[in-house]
């Protein structure tokens, strides 16, 4: 089993950044796929990243490649997001999440979350 918590969210202006970060504790992190996910109120969690477990392969949203970043460093067990040139569309709860498997884009197969961290951009 592993832990994650999320950290780093806030209230930015459109067109600033932030950078997440999700630490995890418990089993060895580097055999999971990890992922990042958000849920605005009133919608459905949707993928924003994912990066596989050595970091060499990633994958993105269409709404936020070009301007979002996932990274992770497996000595410090933790992944981030590097989130730029934000948009008010981009307002939502953030989720990490680890997935045993690999199936980067699809929320419903991964194994642990992180209780989230708000992100909000105004305009």
């Known amino acids: 089993q592993v832990q994650l918590v999320e950290s780093g969210g806030g209230l930015v202006q459109a067109g600033e950044s932030l950078r997440l970060s999700c630490a995890a504790s418990?089993?060895?992190?580097?055999?999971?796929?990890m992922g990042w996910f958000r849920q605005a109120p009133g919608k459905e969690r949707e993928f924003v990243a994912a990066?596989?477990?050595?970091?060499?392969?990633?994958y993105y949203a269409d709404s936020v490649k070009g301007r979002f970043t996932i990274s992770r460093d497996n000595a410090k067990n933790t992944l981030y997001l590097q989130m730029n040139s934000l948009k008010p569309e981009d307002t939502a709860v953030y989720y990490c999440?680890?997935?045993?498997?690999?199936?980067?884009?699809?929320?419903?197969?991964?194994?642990?979350w992180g209780q989230g961290t708000q992100v909000t951009v105004s305009s």
């Open positions: 990066i596989t477990q050595s970091g060499g392969s990633k």
């Open positions: 418990g089993r060895t992190f580097g055999i999971y796929t």
């Open positions: 999440a680890a997935d045993l498997g690999f199936s980067p884009s699809n929320w419903r197969m991964y194994n642990y």
